[in-house]
């Protein structure tokens, strides 16, 4: 094995946090602030993919603040509420929470391993979410797919891991909680394992990940 690769964002970093700020800057029930949490991540997904798609390349930090003006938007808010609440859940996202889990694993993986980052987040939103969580220098590489322009599950995305390190798909363990990035990571030629903290079904689209885990403490096992 030559390293184990990390996702960021619903992997490592909380983002289901989101819901409580969303709550307190937007002054809606609980329930409806998980509903705008899911259509933020949604519509982050979707802007970024399609930005892609059209040749018209947006980076991260534009498609996050582009999809939560959406979202709130979509939840009834008028514009001066939503004009107030972007810059206070922007710097909610810039300062996610790690799992729990994470400090340890990373601890405990690192004194032998290789441990990279591969997000489709901006490298200066990394930095600066790893840098505040006491995390950075866990890592070996933490890789953006900005300077590509492109997102995962692209393939050119999973072979930034190859032209950093020089070795093969098969010597690369996959972590993610997302699941259409594990299938992407797994297609590719990665060994892949899906971080399925919630308990939810698998995606029915093949090809399946290697392993399942519900913690990151069950990887430090595994391997």
Wanted: aromatic share 10%.
């Amino acid at each position: 094995m030559a390293a184990i690769v990390f996702d960021s964002y619903g992997t490592l970093f909380d983002i289901d946090a989101l819901v409580h700020p969303i709550s307190e800057y937007t002054g809606v029930v609980p329930h409806e602030a998980k509903r705008i949490a899911l259509s933020w991540r949604r519509q982050q997904l979707d802007y970024a993919w399609n930005s892609v798609l059209m040749n018209r390349f947006m980076d991260f930090d534009k498609v996050t603040e582009a999809a939560l003006r959406f979202a709130l938007c979509d939840a009834g808010l008028d514009e001066n509420q939503v004009q107030t609440a972007v810059p206070k859940l922007l710097h909610a996202h810039q300062t996610l929470p790690l799992f729990d889990d994470v400090r340890p694993t990373l601890a405990a993986l690192s004194a032998q391993h290789k441990l990279l980052m591969l997000s489709n987040g901006t490298f200066r939103a990394l930095q600066t979410l790893t840098d505040r969580q006491g995390i950075l220098f866990d890592f070996d590489y933490i890789l953006s797919t900005e300077p590509i322009r492109t997102y995962k599950p692209a393939r050119a995305a999973y072979q930034l891991v190859l032209d950093t390190l020089a070795c093969e798909k098969a010597e690369i363990v996959y972590v993610s909680g997302n699941h259409w990035d594990v299938t992407g990571a797994k297609a590719f030629g990665f060994k892949a394992y899906w971080l399925n903290r919630t308990g939810r079904a698998a995606d029915v689209i093949p090809p399946a990940p290697d392993g399942q885990i519900s913690s990151l403490h069950a990887l430090v096992e595994l391997l």
